[in-house]
């Protein structure tokens, strides 16, 4: 992606980016160096592009693999609210909040290996059931015979916590 710098005297202390025609332009304050503004840059570039790569994600293609792999490993007898694709999760690689039957999926997954993101979608949809990582929710998760291989690729990738 390009990058073009806009410099302004109006502007004191702020920073702003949006992309234009695919090019990243970065609104700065007049007196900024390049090297001050460097990291900001970094920082703005990568929060476009997850934006981006969000409305590339396929929330429905989640929410009928959700179902497939409920109905084979729960006997679809689980039900939420929504699934989808996020871009806000930088540690988790999914969320499920049990209240509102709400799971998160982070974009980080989706390009992964499709027994992973099975492996992540059936941790997730497990939480419906037990909300802790206790012994009967990793029951409920082992029921995925790729568990341990997709655990293990993301210890690699260092997605996943060696502790849960």
């Given at each position: 992606m390009k990058i073009r710098i806009i410099r302004s005297k109006k502007r004191r202390k702020t920073i702003q980016a949006r992309e234009v025609d695919g090019t990243l332009e970065v609104l700065a304050p007049a007196n900024m160096s390049d090297k001050e503004l460097?990291?900001?840059?970094?920082r703005l570039k990568g929060r476009i592009e997850r934006h981006n790569q969000?409305?590339?994600?396929?929330?429905?293609?989640?929410?009928?693999?959700?179902?497939?792999?409920?109905?084979?490993?729960?006997?679809?007898?689980?039900?939420?609210?929504?699934?989808?694709?996020?871009?806000?999760?930088?540690?988790?690689?999914?969320?499920?909040?049990?209240?509102?039957?709400?799971?998160?999926?982070?974009?980080?997954?989706?390009?992964?290996?499709?027994?992973?993101?099975?492996?992540?979608?059936?941790?997730?949809?497990?939480?419906?059931?037990?909300?802790?990582h206790g012994n009967r929710f990793w029951e409920l998760v082992n029921r995925y015979p790729k568990t341990e291989r997709a655990r293990g690729y993301l210890m690699a990738v260092g997605l996943e916590d060696i502790e849960e």
């Open positions: 460097e990291p900001h840059i970094v969000k409305f590339e994600l396929d929330d429905e293609i989640l929410e009928k693999r959700a179902h497939d792999l409920s109905n084979k490993y729960f006997e679809g007898l689980l039900q939420w609210n929504s699934i989808r694709w996020v871009t806000n999760q930088s540690k988790r690689h999914g969320s499920c909040t049990t209240g509102r039957e709400t799971i998160r999926i982070s974009h980080r997954i989706a390009n992964m290996p499709r027994f992973v993101k099975d492996y992540v979608i059936v941790h997730e949809l497990a939480h419906l059931v037990e909300p802790n």
